[in-house]
């Protein structure tokens, strides 16, 4: 398969690699948005995270707890992003699975997508349409 994330795990294609399991690895991103900017992705190939099976969401998770404050402390971060970018049209380029830890500094620049206007009817219009209750 022509994914360059399962040639990293596979160790053909090279990466600052900082955790392993059965289920993960996890690596340095090379174009980081932040010093410390981690991607922790399963070892299967699926998609994204809506193909990925909920043992390996959760294991995703815990490995979030884990290697954020090591990313943090490596860095001298006070915070950190989580992100997983889902589909082409939120940003996903390698469509292998993956979470971003971006650890971030007190005024380090990057902002947080602008906010938008919404009327009440429409917020319950939409909560209506999708609820699971
Ligand atoms: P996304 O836009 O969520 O698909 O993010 C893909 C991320 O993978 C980007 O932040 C890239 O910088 C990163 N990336 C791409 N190729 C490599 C690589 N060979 N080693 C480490 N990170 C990579
Ligand atoms: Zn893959």
């Known amino acids: 398969m022509n994914c360059i994330f399962c040639k990293i795990i596979a160790g053909e294609i090279p990466c600052n690699k900082v955790y392993e399991d059965d289920v993960l690895m996890a690596f340095l991103d090379i174009h980081p ?3 410390g900017h981690t991607l922790i992705v399963p070892k299967e190939h699926f998609e994204n995270l809506l193909e990925t099976p909920a043992h390996v969401a959760e294991a995703l998770m815990v490995a979030v707890q884990l290697l954020a404050p ?3 402390a490596a860095v001298g971060a006070t915070g950190f992003n989580l992100g ?3 589909g082409s049209s939120s940003g996903q380029v390698v469509m292998h ?5 971006i650890p971030r500094f007190e ?3 990057l902002v947080h997508w ?5 009327s009440a009817e429409m917020l319950e219009e939409i909560a209506e ?3 699971v209750l």
């Open 107 to 109: 005024g380090d620049g």
């Open 70 to 72: 090591r990313a943090m």
């Open 114 to 118: 602008p906010t938008k206007e919404i």
């Open 84 to 86: 997983v970018n889902t």
């Open 97 to 101: 699975t993956h979470a971003h830890i």
């Open 129 to 131: 349409k999708m609820r």
């Open 33 to 35: 948005n932040n010093s």
